[in-house]
C-alpha cells in the first residue's frame, strides 16, 4: 500500500464502502419486537477477568460487562468480520449484519476500532 496513504484515511475509505446506513431505530424496534434476537449479537458482553477490569467496571471477576451501544450501522460482511475480530458487538441474521457500535458524537473514522482495522490493512 502506498506509504503516503495515512490510517485515517484508509478509515475514511473502509467507511464509505463498508458501512451502509446508520439503521438505529429499525434494530432497537426490530429486537424489542423479538423479529431480531439479541442472542444473535457476538461479541455483546465480556467477562471481566482481571481487577484492572474490575475496578473500571465496578464488578467482581467472573461477572460479565454489558457495552451500552448507542448505534447500530448496517455493514458489509467484510467490514462485519473486522469488527468480530476486534470484539465487537455484530448483530447478524437472515436479513443482513449490523455492527452495534458502543461510542457516539464523534465521526467513525476516528473510532479506535476503525483505526485499528485500518492499521491491519495498511500492514498486508
Same mark, same amino acid.
Given at each position: 500500500? %502506498?506509504?503516503?496513504?495515512? @490510517?485515517?484515511?484508509?478509515?475514511? %475509505? =473502509? =467507511?464509505?464502502? #463498508?458501512? /451502509?446506513?446508520?439503521?438505529?431505530?429499525l434494530v432497537d424496534d426490530l429486537l424489542k419486537r423479538e423479529i431480531f434476537?439479541?442472542?444473535?449479537? @457476538? %461479541?455483546?458482553?465480556?467477562?471481566?477477568?482481571?481487577? #484492572?477490569?474490575?475496578?473500571?467496571?465496578? /464488578?467482581?471477576?467472573?461477572?460479565?460487562?454489558?457495552?451500552?451501544?448507542? #448505534?447500530?450501522?448496517?455493514?458489509?460482511?467484510?467490514?462485519?468480520?473486522?469488527?468480530?475480530?476486534?470484539?465487537?458487538?455484530v448483530l447478524e441474521n437472515g436479513y443482513g449484519q449490523w455492527w452495534g457500535?458502543?461510542?457516539?458524537?464523534?465521526?467513525?473514522?476516528?473510532?479506535? @476500532?476503525?483505526?485499528?482495522?485500518?492499521?491491519? =490493512?495498511?500492514?498486508?
Amino acid at each position: 500500500m %502506498n506509504s503516503d496513504i495515512t @490510517v485515517n484515511e484508509v478509515a475514511k %475509505n =473502509i =467507511i464509505q464502502n #463498508e458501512i /451502509l446506513c446508520c439503521q438505529s431505530s429499525l434494530v432497537d424496534d426490530l429486537l424489542k419486537r423479538e423479529i431480531f434476537l439479541i442472542d444473535d449479537v @457476538v %461479541n455483546l458482553g465480556e467477562e471481566i477477568t482481571t481487577e #484492572e477490569q474490575s475496578e473500571e467496571y465496578g /464488578l467482581e471477576i467472573g461477572d460479565y460487562h454489558y457495552p451500552e451501544i448507542f #448505534e447500530w450501522w448496517c455493514v458489509s460482511s467484510w467490514l462485519a468480520e473486522h469488527l468480530k475480530e476486534e470484539g465487537q458487538p455484530v448483530l447478524e441474521n437472515g436479513y443482513g449484519q449490523w455492527w452495534g457500535r458502543c461510542t457516539t458524537g464523534q465521526s467513525i473514522d476516528m473510532d479506535g @476500532v476503525m483505526q485499528r482495522i485500518a492499521q491491519k =490493512i495498511m500492514k498486508h
